[in-house]
């Protein structure tokens, strides 16, 4: 079965300090690995997706995420934080069957000014 | 550029009452989803619907129903409220191509519901 889990449910940086948000999967076969970003009352929206392709992923607004096979994660970074960061943020495994996504417990990024 | 759209935005219901959550897609997607999302537990599977006519369950099932006579509808039925059904249900689609499962799903911007 896969599984994915986000360490720290919430996060809190300083506007231009670097945002590093984790995420390790579980999963029997090559997974397809998805980050989403959701800002308050709204609903989820793709950010970057893995697809085997390339190992460091980049995404909108200046995030990117690199796969790392031997430690099963899927890390989400950005060098430099914005107040318009702050949000909600799932990472997300597909399976095969349907294209269901698993998602992970979410982390809350809080950017201080 | 409409995408997934979801009504009602909020609802409140009174405990063994009854609704329909709509759910529409304008992308053609054959696969379409409903999860519910509360604090601290990340997105929860509900339904899924691999084209129209087929539906099958996720992970929590249970007190609701969901049917798929077009590829543009998908909504989900809630027949007696439970205040455990109190939550922000979201809808999905994605389109399906062969052998790739890294297509992305696309949200509406949800359902918050409140059951007392």
């Known amino acids: 079965a896969q599984s994915v889990t986000q360490l720290g449910s919430h996060v809190s940086v300083s506007e231009g300090a670097l945002v590093l948000l984790r995420c390790n999967y579980s999963?029997?076969?090559?997974?397809?690995l998805f980050w989403y970003v959701q800002y308050p009352n709204q609903g989820l929206q793709l950010l970057l997706k893995?697809?085997?392709?390339?190992?460091l992923v980049k995404g909108i607004n200046g995030f990117e995420a690199e796969f790392k096979k031997s430690e099963t994660s899927f890390h989400l970074t950005k060098p430099s934080a914005h107040m318009s960061d702050a949000a909600e943020y799932f990472c997300?495994?597909?399976?095969?069957?349907?294209?269901?996504?698993?998602f992970g417990q979410g982390t809350e990024l809080s950017v201080k000014p | 550029n409409a995408g997934v759209t979801q009504t009602p935005k909020f609802r409140i219901l009174k405990i063994g009452q009854s609704m329909t959550l709509q759910c529409a897609q304008d992308?053609?997607?054959?696969?379409m989803y409903w999860y519910r999302q509360d604090p601290g537990m990340g997105l929860k599977l509900i339904y899924y619907?691999?084209?129209?006519?087929?539906?099958d369950k996720g992970e929590v099932p249970n007190g609701y129903n969901v049917s798929r006579s077009t590829t543009e509808d998908f909504p989900l039925r809630l027949e007696l409220a439970a205040p455990s059904q109190t939550s922000v249900y979201f809808c999905?689609?994605?389109?399906?191509?062969?052998?790739?499962?890294?297509?992305?799903?696309?949200f509406g911007d949800g359902t918050r519901l409140s059951i007392l």
């Open positions: 999905a689609s994605r389109a399906h191509v062969r052998d790739r499962a890294n297509q992305p799903q696309h």
């Open positions: 999963s029997s076969v090559p997974p397809y």
């Open positions: 893995y697809t085997s392709a390339a190992t």
């Open positions: 997300a495994v597909s399976t095969n069957q349907g294209g269901k996504l698993i």
């Open positions: 992308m053609n997607h054959n696969y």
């Open positions: 619907s691999v084209g129209a006519g087929i539906t």
